[in-house]
């Protein structure tokens, strides 16, 4: 019933459709508000879900919820996914739901019904007052997860021993924990400032990078980093003094608070193992993972203690969720170079080897398209306050072929 005073179960990222069997697909976020939910209990019906929708007529086909009462703001970040696939010499029409929190969770898009089985598994609970998460959440049985979830001492930078203690030293007041650590309030008795939710509120994956599909092989590539966000509770009336000029006013008992800072490595390199950010190509006919790669060149912060310690780490990524495209032949992505330049870099789809890049005028962002105009393919970029039209060399006018 929490439906009669509060809301915010909306659908900000695209939603997808079969034409053919005449149904929509909405991926939502979760309900107001983002970090405390303990004036909405149980597992807020249709928060953070995939909803398939009758095209005529509105009424719901089947609905799967990926997070149980969502604190974390792990919205549905991106578009479902169609694409047909073949499991066990099956042929099944699947819908693919990438998420924030590092999962892909994969349906038969007409009934519903998970390609792999889908477990309920225990998860921590909270320490505040008036707060009541549920006691499991959904994970996927495969794939695995693409990229790192929750964080321990185990996953902090250890290139030289003082790196790494300063690593943990930086992380010292703050509550490191599982996939799905619930925030802390203020005055914890635990003493630590905030709890690192791994990844953070911004994915993981996310919308300014969506995932794509190749339907000739089954093939889903999906950009991600690893990244934390600490979250630090205060009383609700608190809340609202982090703005000049607040346009309402928090009634929760509880709001996400201004002061837990974030842990800051020294060095100025992130605190945690590259790589910083990822492609994976994930086979949806298996729910394996193909390979991975880090993506751009490893930021020239990173790169000058690279080369201090004299340590050789390979390519840690950028950090940065990259646009994608993919064509019949090759993967497409936008990155930089350490340097700063932005480059568009052609992957060989099957392997994830380079096998080109080029130059672009700026940074790209909320991905790619591609096309073919009589005859010649051509790609757009969003750079920044323009748009970048670029033709594939052997299909531009005038090519040789």
């Known amino acids: 019933d929490a439906w009669v005073w509060t809301g915010d179960v909306s659908s900000w990222a695209p939603i997808s459709a079969d034409v053919e069997n005449n149904l929509v697909y909405v991926p939502t976020n979760g309900a107001t508000i983002d970090y405390y939910g303990g004036f909405r209990p149980g597992d807020n019906l249709y928060g953070t879900s995939l909803i398939a ?22 919205d549905n970040p991106m578009n479902p996914i169609l694409m047909d696939v073949n499991v066990d010499g099956q042929e ?54 693409f990229d790192i979830q929750g964080i321990s001492v185990n996953d902090l930078v250890d290139w030289t021993p003082e790196l790494r203690q300063q690593a943990i030293t930086a992380m010292a007041d703050y509550m490191m924990g599982p996939l799905f650590l619930p925030p802390i309030q203020r005055g914890h008795e635990s003493g630590k400032r905030a709890a690192m939710f791994c990844p953070g509120g911004g994915g993981g994956a996310n919308i300014t990078a969506p995932a794509v599909a190749d339907p000739t092989t089954g093939m889903l590539y999906v950009s991600s980093r690893s990244a934390c966000s600490p979250v630090q509770l205060v009383p609700g ?34 605190y945690f193992k590259p790589p910083y950010s990822r492609i994976t190509a994930i086979n949806m006919n298996t729910g394996e993972h193909e390979w991975m790669i880090p993506t751009g060149n490893t930021p020239a912060r990173v790169q000058q203690v690279i080369e201090a310690n004299n340590l050789d780490v ?21 990155d930089t ?3 700063g330049t932005p480059m568009l870099y052609a992957i060989n789809k099957a392997t994830g080897e380079t096998e080109a890049a080029i130059e672009v005028p700026a940074r790209s962002r909320y991905g790619m398209s591609t096309w073919v105009h009589e005859g010649h393919q051509y790609i757009m970029l969003q750079t920044g306050s323009k748009l970048t039209a670029m033709a594939l060399p052997a299909a531009a006018p005038g090519g040789d072929h």
């Open 53 to 74: 929708l009758d095209a005529s007529t509105g009424e719901r086909a089947w609905h799967f919820q990926m997070v149980h009462h969502d604190i974390w703001n792990y």
């Open 314 to 334: 390979g390519n840690t990524g950028t950090g940065a969720l990259v646009p994608m495209t993919v064509t019949s032949n090759m993967l497409l992505y936008s």
């Open 337 to 339: 170079e350490t340097d």
């Open 237 to 270: 009336e608190e809340a609202d003094l982090q703005y000049e000029l607040p346009t309402g006013t928090t009634y929760a008992q509880y709001a996400n608070g201004p002061g837990a800072g974030s842990p800051r490595h020294p060095a100025q390199i992130p």
């Open 92 to 145: 099944i029409p699947a819908v693919m739901q990438v998420t924030k929190q590092s999962f892909v969770y994969a349906f038969n898009r007409l009934t519903g019904e998970p390609i792999w089985p889908i477990e309920e598994r225990p998860v921590p609970q909270s320490t505040v007052p008036g707060e009541k998460l549920s006691p499991t959440q959904p994970f996927p049985t495969k794939p695995a997860p």
